[in-house]
């Protein structure tokens, strides 16, 4: 068993060993981009660590009275502190985590505290976490999730056990999505390709029709912008630099839909007997990859690859969003 956790195999080993006491630390941190599978992977951990009845070492049944509990986040020994409103982790939020720690693990071995995005926690909050991982309280285990270590005062990332997740392939995403899942294919690709195989995202995308129509949103905003001239395409990237969503955020929602539709004009443009990724988009591609040399399709496409490598390795997002903008001509 796997933890249900597909595409990650590494890290659920990895963290299986560290279900032994001997191996077992107080703190860890999970990072990878958004939907990859951060939270799941934390909960299987305490799971896998407080079942009642575990098939072996490091694995956890999923059915005794702990196992749902921790998936109801009804389990007494469990604290998850989560944004308020979706904004911030704010101070008040860790003193009263502090004050739980204090306490004796009423059913499991130890208190476990989840906190997911801790990227956006104020510098209150993370200066107040700080003295918790410093002086950890001794049946304690806290687990931070984050998009990226960067993200982090190194003060708290270098007291963690680091646990990075990659997404999965396309392809693998696409199988996982039709296999398990029993979304269509075409369906399945599409999700796929607009999440840069990042299944979590994908099933998201997949219950929630807003988000997928939030996704053609982008698609029909770039349209635009291939018909405008540099300097509004340097104006557009400038508005997303002001709005409340950081300019990580903003790239990591833009760049793998844009990657897509690039995709689907290299297809257009080669002629190749390859099914499209946003084909309600298909007029629009046709028109990109006849105005558009092969070969320059080809580096555009390269360009977002290389784009999302460097968002997930703290590059400057506002270049990188300006160079990926600035690369096509203007289309008439």
Not at 54 to 80: H, K, V, Y
Not at 138 to 147: F, G, K, Q, S
Not at 162 to 179: F, G, H, I, N, W
Request: net charge neutral; charged share 25%; proline share 6%.
């Amino acid at each position: 068993m796997q933890w249900n956790l597909c595409g990650h195999d590494l890290a659920v080993d990895f963290l299986r060993e560290h279900t032994k006491p001997e191996k077992m630390r107080q703190a860890y941190l999970i990072t990878g981009p958004d939907g990859v599978g951060r939270k799941s992977l934390a909960l299987a951990f305490i799971k896998a660590i407080c079942c009642q009845k575990p098939p072996s070492q490091g694995e956890f049944c999923n059915q005794c009275i702990t196992c749902r509990q921790i998936d109801a986040r009804a389990f007494s020994d469990l604290t998850i502190i989560e944004q308020e409103g979706g904004k911030e982790i704010k101070i008040d939020q860790i003193r009263e985590m502090q004050k739980t720690l204090t306490l004796a693990p009423f059913q499991a071995p130890k208190r476990f505290v989840l906190i997911p995005n801790f990227q956006r926690a104020t510098a209150g909050a993370a200066n107040a976490l700080l003295k918790s991982l410093e002086e950890p309280p001794p049946r304690a285990l806290i687990i931070l999730t984050a998009d990226a270590r960067e993200s982090l005062l190194e003060t708290i990332a270098s007291r963690c056990e680091q646990v990075r997740l990659a997404p999965m392939t396309v392809e693998a995403t696409r199988s996982v999505l039709t296999d398990q899942f029993k979304i269509s294919e075409d369906q399945s690709r599409l999700l796929a390709h607009l999440t840069a195989g990042r299944l979590g995202a994908s099933l998201r995308l997949h219950d929630d029709p807003q988000v997928v129509e939030a996704q053609n949103d982008i698609l029909v905003e770039l349209e635009d912008l291939l018909e405008k001239p540099l300097r509004a395409r340097l104006q557009y990237v400038d508005e997303l630099m002001r709005q409340k969503i950081s300019p990580r955020e903003q790239a990591g929602k833009l760049i793998p839909v844009w990657l897509g539709y690039w995709r689907d004009c290299l297809i257009s443009a080669a002629k190749a007997d390859i099914p499209l990724v946003n084909v309600k988009h298909g007029d629009w591609i046709t028109k990109t990859a006849s105005q558009i040399p092969l070969e320059k399709i080809q580096k555009i496409l390269l360009a977002h690859e290389h784009a999302l490598e460097q968002i997930e390795a703290y590059a400057n997002s506002r270049l990188v969003l300006e160079n990926l903008l600035l690369m096509p001509p203007r289309l008439h």
